[in-house]
């Protein structure tokens, strides 16, 4: 069952066991936020000077040399976007890029060199956060870091739901000119554990709409 491929969706391909994280309670995975992460890219926010870097490609950017970095980024065309978005994970193992137990997301504002860190368990991974920037720094993509206020998960297994839902509430009012002050409030009230929930279904029902082999609603 968790071998059955689900959807192929650009560059992104779903099995059955990556879509059952969705149901709950469970910590998503590197694919599922692959896929959100690109559909957001690609439609809900396409044209509007965004880049997306799921934890695949922030995980070669921790772990890359940093003379190689200009050259990883350089076809991402990240030094022209408003903002990047980078799905951060915790993982300590440099031989395995999908492990981790952790997820935060790191934004980078290019027009005021700012570096914003939204973790929804409260600086867990802002050691991972600090390095991630410093690489991109290097990179072409310099900048303060900052710790964000961020909504808190209520449990051990929303982290990567807030990495969505935070990235697609920035997204949004960003597009509408919200400044960072502005963006803390409107964070608050939007991103909810309520929220959280259906953003698992929202999500779930959005690949069952893309995809050919239909899995089983919820």
Not at 110 to 133: C, F, P
Request: with cysteine; net charge negative.
């Amino acid at each position: 069952m968790s071998d059955r491929k689900v959807l192929d969706y650009h560059d992104v391909l779903l099995y059955a066991g990556d879509v059952e994280l969705l149901r709950g309670p469970q910590w998503l995975n590197d694919q599922v936020i692959a896929f959100y992460f690109e559909y957001l890219g690609r439609e809900k926010f396409s044209g509007k000077g965004l880049a997306y870097c799921p934890g695949c490609l922030t995980f070669l950017l921790l772990q890359s040399d940093p003379a190689e970095l200009p050259h990883i980024i350089a076809p991402l065309k990240l030094v022209e976007k408003r903002l990047v978005f980078l799905a951060c994970n915790d993982n300590p193992d440099v031989n395995t890029a999908n492990g981790g137990s952790h997820w935060s997301l790191l934004v980078y504002d290019g027009q005021e060199r700012q570096y914003m860190h939204y973790d929804s368990s409260a600086g867990s991974n802002d050691v991972i956060a600090k390095t991630l920037a410093r690489q991109l720094g290097k990179a072409g993509l310099p900048g303060d870091y900052q710790s964000a206020k961020c909504p808190r998960q209520a449990n051990g297994h929303d982290c990567g739901v807030y990495v969505l839902a935070i990235t697609d509430a920035i997204s949004e009012l960003h597009s509408g000119n919200r400044s960072w002050q502005e963006l803390d409030k409107e964070l608050s009230e939007r991103v909810t554990p309520a929220a959280i929930a259906q953003l698992r279904k929202d999500t779930l029902q959005l690949i069952m709409n893309k995809s050919k082999n239909k899995v089983p609603a919820l």
